[in-house]
């Protein structure tokens, strides 16, 4: 900045501020708008519920995870069933985590091993209503 050496000088850059930080003023409030706006729980949830399903890998991820917690699930109840007993729950909970660990580890043979199978079996029934 150059020195100022005249009241008319001191008076123009006084003038140039006071612009400056009127319009710098009305930026920043609009700015502190914009942010409030974003930081809106229901704003914060339509985002991120936005980015989940325009994720090309999500529907993918979703029958993963679906696929896997059943699967753990459905082993607890068939090794468990209805029982009070601490150390049976414990050991349910343990095969559930473990079938769970390893569908989701395993998800594509899963499936493939299931369409060839569902197959086989339609193929069966087409040629015995021939």
Do not use: C, W
């Not at 400056?20 to 609009?30: P, S, T, Y």
């Not at 594509?108 to 193929?123: E, P, Q, R, T, Y």
């Amino acid at each position: 900045m150059k020195k100022i050496t005249t009241t008319t000088e001191l008076r123009e850059t006084i003038l140039l501020l006071e612009v400056r930080q009127e319009i710098e003023g009305v930026l920043l409030k609009e700015q502190f708008r914009i942010t409030y706006e974003s930081l809106k729980p229901i704003n914060l949830i339509k985002k991120t519920l936005n980015e989940l399903t325009s994720s090309p890998d999500f529907k993918g991820d979703l029958l993963k995870a679906t696929l896997s917690l059943s699967a753990g699930y459905l082993s607890k109840k068939l090794v468990v069933g209805a029982t009070d007993n601490p150390i049976k729950k414990l050991l349910g909970s343990l095969i559930q985590m473990g079938v769970t660990s390893i569908v989701s580890k395993n998800t594509d043979g899963i499936k493939s091993v299931a369409m060839n199978l569902i197959s086989h079996f339609l193929s069966k029934k087409d040629t015995s209503v021939k």
